[in-house]
């Protein structure tokens, strides 16, 4: 028995405050929002198993998090594989 799955992922975030605006209102420390997409091809025939996939395939530029306007930038464009035996 042999299967071939395509995995296609994206997170679409919005616009967020800086986590040390308590009060809502410094507009000069708003993230902007992001999209990031992901995709992954795993192979399987019996008891083997391989994939390989990109993470944040647009190579897109974002944050995450900010606390008085340090901000804290996530990964850029990251491959990875793997395989697996199962016995």
């Known amino acids: ?28 420390l708003v993230l902007e929002s992001y999209q990031v997409y992901d995709v992954k091809l ?16 647009f190579n897109e530029l974002y944050l995450t998090s900010s606390n008085s306007g340090s901000c804290y930038p996530m990964p850029t464009r990251a491959f990875f594989f793997g395989v697996e035996w199962t016995y």
């Open 1 to 28: 028995d042999e299967t071939l799955t395509l995995a296609v992922s994206g997170t679409m975030v919005s616009p967020r405050l800086d986590g040390d605006d308590q009060d809502n209102v410094n507009d000069d």
């Open 42 to 57: 795993t192979w399987q025939k019996n008891q083997f198993r391989a994939w390989a996939g990109v993470s944040n395939i």
